[in-house]
């Protein structure tokens, strides 16, 4: 009934064309994401950074495990957002289910009694709201399996 007909009309690709990148002339840079889906510990909060900047920070909890070993991972997550964004992001709710798209970066740092510590800092570069937490989802509890209090963090 049908006959199906593959048509080769493309080159194959040369070793060159492999090693360019097609959108600039610039060698490949290092990269570092995450992308993370988890809930809003609490209202994100806006804090000084230094002259007239600010910066919105803000912790997701991710849940894992099952039964009685359920475990919540918390990051901290930067964003330097402005004008309507920066509102839209303030204005959501603890609870909200979020997706978030960061650079990641270690940094490392002595701490006040010498020790040698390290660090994931989290810089927000996409936010999706996959879903807001409904009037009654909100209480004072455990939030789908969040299993810390995120004044802890």
């Keep these: ?3 199906f007909t593959a048509l080769r009309t493309t080159r194959l690709p040369t ?4 090693s ?3 959108f600039s002339s610039t060698a490949r840079t290092s990269v570092a994401r995450m992308s993370i889906v988890g809930r809003l510990a609490a209202p994100p909060e806006e ?3 230094g002259g007239d900047r600010t910066i ?3 912790a997701l909890g991710t849940s894992y495990g099952t039964g009685d070993n359920k475990k919540t ?3 901290k997550i930067a964003s330097f957002t402005e004008g309507p964004q920066k509102d839209f992001l303030m204005s959501l709710p603890k609870g909200s289910l979020l997706l978030v798209d960061a650079d990641a970066r270690m940094d490392s740092y002595t701490d006040a009694e010498g020790n040698k510590r390290t660090s994931l800092n989290l810089i927000q570069r996409r936010l999706d709201i996959i879903s807001k937490p409904k009037p009654t989802e909100v209480h004072e509890g455990d939030e789908e ?3 810390r209090d ?3 963090l």
């Design 15 to 18: 070793a060159a064309s492999l």
């Design 20 to 22: 360019a990148r097609a």
């Design 1 to 3: 009934m049908f006959k």
């Design 150 to 152: 995120p004044a802890d």
């Design 56 to 58: 919105v920070r803000y």
């Design 47 to 49: 804090v000084q950074a």
């Design 145 to 147: 399996g969040l299993v």
């Design 73 to 75: 991972s918390w990051f």
